[in-house]
């Protein structure tokens, strides 16, 4: 029997972590009970031990993947000397057992810094805290020992080279997309653990949530950072000409973004108001849960996916477990402490900014909603039907569309509207101008033709011009926050008599959490502006002999010939190609497929994209025949695309304002010499359109040349069946690059070719395959009628309950007792002026 | 000189000692230097673990009455940003001369409620503070 001292030391390691995270775990607890300091303490020194026990355990695993050890399974699968460092440093978390590791190192260095720096600040709380993240933590820990172990090793004697970490996911943005995502998911298990705390010992006031709010603006950033890198990575490397296809893994990682933002703006109205005590609890405790449901869907194999790790019957039950025993535990807790979260104010009017964030707050909610339960569809429906109904990028478009457009409008709404109470004069004040913006906006892009092209929303027989109304929100939204800066400077001007920018610097420093929120509210408008351009995009696919060429929008492609090239890493063949527009040569292109050593069934497509402000000229070689000099080509145009990524940029920054100490601007500002977060933002990361997670189950991309679309009929088709091989996700077959794919299109155009209607295809789609899983969208019957019912009841269901809230909080506002104001004694009263002549 | 220092410097030392091993020697020489940066961390951490529940830590001075201090602190900034923020949305027109009187006089009450009781415990928290000081100085 072969053996590993490596490997063994590295079981070791992890079972010591075990040990001590137990310790942790149970010291806090029993001396928060005992109020025994001796315990708490040690507890604390032993979680920080985790913390240094997991960076040794993942040190063994750097250290055994960089020496090519492949005697250990986890390194010989995932990957391989002929790699460079950083890929084979990216292998850590490219296969399922590494990436649960990873997890657990995550967990356990957020739960030493949680408990470090807030040891003093929170006393009462931080052993709760302790205890609940070191719960999380020997979950992980014992799935690490005893079910997916990345320290297993080959009982025979060991390969001689590793298989190497997929192609897909060899790939600069795969280098910062899995990491940022994961911290991004991780991080929310602290402010579920400060929220667990404080229902257990009962301190409830708003003390916590100041801690808490930095730790959700921390995931919202790295969650933001995770899914954009992500969607980056699907446009430039998957090769169908967009960034998200609603794909089960994608959406799995969205659902906490969605919480996390409506935290970030209902914690506004607790510190504020002291409203919403226990919808903020909630938030949390939903927040982590959602995180653990997403690791659950991407490792159980519950939902089909190109980016999922394969089935675990394993994994799935224990998942079940944890997700069941800590809903019961946390919500049991939230409603045991029900008397001591209610409100100390109360909503005073319908129109206030108060109401504006409990609306948001319903929207971001249903929308998370919303994507969990479409997400869980399929599964769902094959457990009460016995057959998989696929709910692809069309029918979730029907919904995020509007849910994204609402979402922005709202943008735009909250900043105008003050707290409390919002009277008719002041709103004509507040909204004429961006309103006027919006309604000019959209008068100027309604005589520019083509612009007011109709898409469909909540059902395909409803179609608005939804890009133009998406511009005129932009329009709207820009113009109402550009309101903001311009009479908050006008204000502050009026105090420190300073000139225009000098106050500008002063008003957003002084209020950088204010002001950074608007700038990542700007970043979402820039966003927007880039998913609107998908209404016009265009795309064309053709079949090309050398020296032929195809024409799409302003541009020529002309194929020059085909060649290979060989590195140690792949073979790539290439498709040399120019750009023209109006016959003048722009530029050499080279779209190709990349054949990586150990993995030349897996071709990986080399996108050429040609980026602009104003549009992408993106080209993906869809197949080729060496022997005829043949090539399938796709070419698309995506107008306004990287303003996505701009967006983004923005959005960096907004956030790091937001968050940054107050006293760091200071002295940034004063060094010059010169002198509401989160919303709705991104929407957009779903809005339109991924998260592209990675995997060790692909599915195999075609290299034959493939037919392009003859009719529109056949072009209408490929949009509403779906690809069948079972891994890609069920992409549309317009999109799916994959063999299945190809084989599917070449039948549906022999069928039409026979002279078949496009419903006797769809028909014989529906007699070939079980059910409507072949449908990109179930028909509106049966059982399928639950998936449109339940964002429609879930709509109304919202209203309802946004109404009840409403109307409980005006209720109370008649019964409320006034507090009695103190008299303002002279000397108290003045020292309280100069304090507040000080905050200026 | 406290091992706490010793263990800083030892650190910084390994970890540039690991970023010239990864740059001169590979990747894998940084991960086997990391490895043995943890395992210094793990065993200090661990013989602190077995220290605290050995050792009874210094004496905590009615440190409720501190934090019930600062809580107010933070309570009165609080609500000195409320104030403003409330002048800030009148001057900008978001709040009606008659909300923004009735919203500031009841801030207003809440403020001066708070520094008086901050005054009121204010010799004490003197009095902590060096109590808490004079703890310290003992136990080093």
């Given at each position: 029997?072969?053996?590993?001292?490596?490997?063994?030391?590295?079981?070791?390691?992890?079972?010591?972590?075990?040990?001590?995270?137990?310790?942790?775990?149970?010291?806090?607890?029993?001396g928060?009970?005992r109020?025994?300091?001796?315990?708490?303490?040690?507890?604390?020194?032993?979680?920080?031990?985790?913390?240094?026990?997991?960076?040794?355990?993942?040190?063994?695993?750097?250290?055994?993947?960089?020496?090519?050890?492949?005697?250990i399974?986890?390194?010989?699968?995932?990957?391989?000397?002929?790699?460079?460092?950083?890929?084979?440093?990216t292998?850590?978390?490219?296969?399922?057992?590494?990436?649960?590791?990873?997890?657990?190192?995550?967990?356990?260095?957020?739960?030493?810094?949680?408990?470090?720096?807030?040891?003093?600040?929170?006393?009462?709380?931080?052993?709760?805290?302790?205890?609940?993240?070191?719960?999380?933590?020997?979950?992980?820990?014992?799935?690490?020992?005893?079910?997916?172990?990345?320290?297993?090793?080959?009982?025979?004697?060991?390969?001689?080279?590793?298989?190497?970490?997929?192609?897909?996911?060899?790939?600069?943005?795969?280098?910062?997309?899995?990491?940022?995502?994961?911290?991004?998911?991780?991080?929310?298990?602290?402010?579920?653990?400060?929220?667990?705390?404080?229902?257990?010992?009962?301190?409830?006031?708003?003390?916590?949530?100041?801690?808490?709010?930095?730790?959700?603006?921390v995931?919202?950033?790295?969650?933001?950072?995770?899914?954009?890198?992500?969607?980056?990575?699907a446009?430039?490397?998957?090769?169908?000409?967009?960034?998200?296809?609603?794909?089960?893994?994608?959406?799995?990682?969205?659902?906490?973004?969605?919480?996390?933002?409506?935290?970030?703006?209902?914690?506004?109205?607790?510190?504020?108001?002291?409203?919403?005590?226990?919808?903020?609890?909630?938030?949390?405790?939903?927040?982590?849960?959602?995180?653990?449901?997403?690791t659950?869907?991407?490792?159980?194999?519950?939902?089909?996916?190109?980016?999922?790790?394969?089935?675990?019957?394993?994994?799935?039950?224990?998942?079940?477990?944890?997700?069941?025993?800590?809903?019961?535990l946390?919500?049991g807790?939230?409603?045991?402490?029900?008397?001591?979260?209610?409100?100390?104010?109360?909503?005073d009017?319908?129109?206030?900014?108060?109401?504006?964030?409990?609306?948001?707050?319903?929207?971001l909610?249903s929308?998370?909603?919303?994507?969990?339960?479409?997400?869980?569809?399929?599964?769902?429906?094959?457990?009460?039907?016995?057959t998989?109904?696929?709910?692809?990028?069309?029918?979730y478009?029907?919904?995020?569309?509007?849910?994204?457009?609402?979402?922005?409008?709202?943008?735009?709404?909250?900043?105008?509207?003050?707290?409390?109470?919002?009277?008719?004069?002041?709103?004509?004040?507040?909204?004429?101008?961006?309103?006027?913006?919006?309604?000019?906006?959209?008068?100027?892009?309604?005589?520019?033709?083509?612009?007011?092209?109709?898409?469909?929303?909540?059902?395909?027989?409803?179609?608005?011009?939804?890009?133009?109304?998406?511009?005129?929100l932009?329009?709207?939204?820009?113009?109402?926050?550009?309101?903001?800066?311009?009479?908050?400077?006008?204000?502050?001007?009026?105090?420190?008599?300073l000139?225009?920018?000098?106050?500008?610097?002063?008003?957003?420093?002084?209020?950088?959490?204010?002001?950074?929120?608007?700038?990542?509210?700007?970043?979402?408008?820039?966003?927007?502006?880039?998913?609107?351009?998908?209404?016009?995009?265009?795309?064309?696919?053709v079949?090309?002999?050398?020296?032929?060429?195809?024409?799409?929008?302003?541009?020529?492609?002309?194929?020059?010939?085909?060649?290979?090239?060989?590195?140690?890493?792949?073979?790539?063949?290439?498709?040399?190609?120019?750009v023209?527009?109006?016959?003048?040569?722009?530029?050499?292109?080279?779209?190709?497929?990349?054949?990586?050593?150990?993995?030349?069934?897996?071709?990986?497509?080399?996108?050429?994209?040609?980026?602009?402000?104003r549009?992408?000229?993106?080209?993906?070689?869809?197949?080729?025949?060496?022997?005829?000099?043949?090539?399938?080509l796709?070419?698309?145009?995506?107008?306004?695309?990287n303003?996505?990524?701009?967006?983004?940029?923005?959005?960096?920054?907004?956030?790091?304002?937001?968050?940054?100490?107050?006293?760091?601007?200071?002295?940034?500002?004063?060094?010059?010499?010169?002198?509401?977060?989160?919303?709705?933002?991104?929407?957009?990361?779903?809005?339109?359109?991924?998260?592209?997670?990675?995997?060790?189950?692909?599915?195999?991309?075609?290299?034959?040349v493939?037919?392009?679309?003859?009719?529109?009929?056949?072009?209408?088709?490929?949009?509403?069946?779906?690809?069948?091989?079972?891994?890609?996700?069920?992409?549309?077959?317009?999109?799916?690059?994959?063999?299945?794919?190809?084989?599917?299109?070449d039948?549906?155009?022999?069928?039409?070719?026979?002279?078949?209607?496009a419903?006797?295809v769809?028909a014989?789609?529906?007699?070939k395959?079980?059910?409507?899983?072949?449908?990109?969208?179930?028909?509106?019957?049966?059982?399928?009628?639950?998936?449109?019912i339940?964002?429609y009841?879930?709509?109304?269901?919202?209203?309802?309950?946004?109404?009840?809230?409403?109307?409980?909080?005006?209720?109370?506002?008649?019964?409320?007792?006034?507090?009695?104001?103190?008299?303002?004694?002279?000397?108290?009263?003045?020292?309280?002026?100069?304090?507040?002549?000080?905050?200026? | 000189?406290?091992?706490?220092?010793?263990?800083?410097?030892?650190?910084?030392?390994?970890?540039?000692?690991?970023?010239?091993?990864?740059?001169?020697?590979?990747a894998?020489?940084?991960?086997?230097?990391?490895?043995?940066?943890?395992?210094?961390?793990?065993?200090?951490?661990?013989?602190?673990?077995?220290?605290?529940?050995?050792h009874?830590?210094?004496?905590?001075?009615?440190?409720?009455?501190?934090?019930?201090?600062?809580?107010?602190?933070?309570?009165?900034?609080?609500?000195?940003?409320a104030?403003?923020?409330?002048?800030?949305?009148?001057?900008?027109?978001?709040?009606?001369?008659?909300?923004?009187?009735?919203?500031?006089?009841t801030?207003?009450?809440?403020?001066?409620?708070?520094?008086?009781?901050?005054?009121?415990?204010?010799?004490?928290?003197?009095?902590?503070?060096?109590?808490?000081?004079?703890?310290?100085?003992?136990s080093?």
């Open positions: 029997m072969f053996s590993n001292p490596v490997a063994d030391f590295g079981e070791l390691v992890l079972l010591l972590t075990l040990i001590a995270a137990c310790y942790a775990g149970a010291a806090c607890a029993a928060a009970r109020r025994s300091r001796r315990l708490i303490e040690s507890g604390l020194q032993a979680t920080y031990a985790t913390a240094a026990l997991l960076t040794l355990a993942s040190s063994v695993i750097f250290f055994a993947i960089f020496s090519n050890d492949y005697s399974k986890y390194v010989h699968h995932y990957s391989d000397a002929t790699m460079p460092w950083y890929y084979q440093l292998s850590y978390w490219g296969g399922l057992d590494g990436s649960m590791m990873f997890w657990a190192w995550l967990l356990a260095l957020f739960a030493a810094l949680a408990v470090y720096v807030n040891r003093e600040r929170h006393r009462e709380l931080i052993p709760w805290v302790a205890t609940i993240l070191m719960g999380v933590l020997v979950f992980f820990l014992l799935l690490l020992i005893f079910a997916k172990r990345p320290f297993d090793v080959f009982l025979t004697a060991p390969p001689k080279a590793g298989k190497g970490l997929n192609p897909l996911l060899q790939d600069p943005y795969m280098a910062f997309h899995p990491p940022s995502l994961y911290i991004g998911l991780v991080s929310c298990a602290v402010p579920f653990a400060f929220g667990l705390a404080a229902l257990i010992t009962g301190q409830l006031d708003d003390s916590w949530l100041r801690s808490v709010r930095r730790w959700v603006l995931s919202f950033f790295f969650l933001s950072l995770g899914l954009v890198l992500g969607m980056a990575w446009y430039h490397v998957l090769g169908w000409g967009g960034y998200w296809g609603w794909d089960p893994v994608e959406n799995a990682g969205a659902l906490a973004w969605f919480t996390c933002t409506a935290f970030l703006h209902s914690v506004m109205v607790q510190e504020r108001r002291g409203m919403l005590k226990v919808w903020n609890v909630f938030l949390v405790i939903s927040s982590f849960l959602l995180t653990m449901i997403a659950f869907l991407t490792r159980s194999g519950i939902v089909q996916s190109v980016h999922a790790f394969g089935s675990d019957p394993v994994l799935k039950m224990s998942f079940l477990a944890f997700l069941g025993v800590a809903a019961l946390s919500y807790l939230l409603l045991y402490r029900l008397p001591l979260l209610r409100s100390r104010g109360q909503l009017s319908w129109v206030s900014r108060e109401f504006a964030f409990l609306v948001n707050n319903w929207i909610l929308a998370a909603l919303f994507i969990l339960i479409a997400t869980l569809f399929p599964t769902l429906s094959e457990t009460v039907t016995g998989r109904i696929n709910l692809a990028a069309p029918f478009n029907l919904w995020m569309v509007p849910i994204g457009l609402t979402l922005l409008f709202l943008t735009g709404v909250g900043p105008l509207i003050a707290w409390r109470r919002a009277t008719p004069s002041h709103l004509v004040d507040q909204f004429a101008v961006p309103i006027s913006a919006g309604f000019v906006t959209a008068l100027v892009l309604a005589l520019i033709p083509g612009l007011a092209a109709r898409t469909p929303i909540f059902h395909e027989k409803l179609q608005l011009p939804v890009a133009l109304i998406n511009f005129s932009c329009a709207f939204v820009l113009a109402s926050i550009g309101q903001e800066f311009y009479r908050g400077t006008q204000v502050r001007q009026t105090h420190t008599q000139d225009f920018f000098t106050s500008l610097v002063g008003l957003v420093v002084r209020n950088k959490r204010r002001y950074g929120g608007y700038l990542v509210h700007v970043a979402i408008v820039v966003m927007f502006i880039g998913f609107g351009g998908n209404s016009y995009k265009q795309e064309t696919e079949t090309l002999e050398a020296g032929q060429q195809a024409q799409l929008g302003r541009y020529t492609v002309r194929f020059d010939g085909l060649r290979t090239e060989e590195t140690i890493e792949r073979r790539s063949l290439i498709a040399d190609s120019t023209l527009i109006g016959g003048k040569e722009l530029a050499h292109v080279t779209p190709a497929k990349w054949y990586f050593a150990h993995h030349e069934e897996e071709p990986v497509t080399h996108v050429e994209i040609r980026r602009g402000p549009e992408d000229l993106y080209l993906t070689l869809n197949g080729f025949d060496a022997q005829a000099k043949l090539i399938n796709k070419i698309v145009v995506n107008p306004l695309v303003w996505i990524w701009i967006g983004f940029l923005l959005l960096m920054f907004g956030t790091v304002l937001a968050y940054a100490p107050e006293r760091a601007l200071q002295l940034a500002a004063r060094q010059a010499k010169t002198a509401a977060v989160g919303s709705t933002a991104a929407l957009a990361l779903w809005a339109f359109t991924g998260v592209p997670a990675y995997a060790d189950e692909m599915h195999s991309e075609a290299h034959e493939r037919a392009a679309p003859r009719s529109p009929t056949e072009n209408d088709i490929f949009h509403k069946i779906v690809c069948m091989c079972g891994t890609c996700g069920r992409q549309l077959l317009a999109d799916c690059t994959c063999g299945t794919a190809a084989k599917m299109r039948e549906i155009s022999q069928l039409l070719s026979a002279g078949k209607t419903e006797e769809i014989h789609y529906l007699q395959y079980p059910g409507e899983s072949a449908l990109a969208m179930p028909i509106d019957r049966g059982f399928n009628r639950l998936a449109w339940l964002p009841g879930a709509l109304l269901a919202g209203i309802g309950l946004l109404a009840l809230i409403a109307s409980r909080q005006r209720r109370r506002t008649a019964t409320a007792p006034i507090v009695p104001t103190a008299p303002d004694d002279l000397t108290l009263g003045a020292r309280l002026d100069d304090e507040l002549d000080d905050l200026d | 000189m406290s091992s706490m220092i010793w263990i800083k410097r030892l650190s910084f030392g390994l970890i540039l000692f690991a970023l010239g091993g990864a740059f001169f020697l590979g894998a020489i940084a991960a086997l230097l990391l490895a043995a940066l943890s395992l210094l961390l793990v065993l200090w951490l661990l013989q602190r673990t077995a220290n605290s529940i050995l009874e830590p210094p004496t905590e001075t009615q440190r409720a009455t501190g934090r019930r201090r600062k809580e107010l602190e933070r309570e009165k900034q609080d609500l000195l940003k104030i403003k923020e409330i002048q800030f949305d009148h001057e900008m027109h978001k709040l009606s001369d008659e909300d923004f009187h009735a919203l500031t006089a801030y207003r009450g809440r403020a001066l409620r708070v520094m008086r009781q901050l005054d009121e415990s204010g010799d004490d928290y003197r009095q902590l503070i060096e109590a808490d000081l004079a703890a310290l100085r003992d080093q």
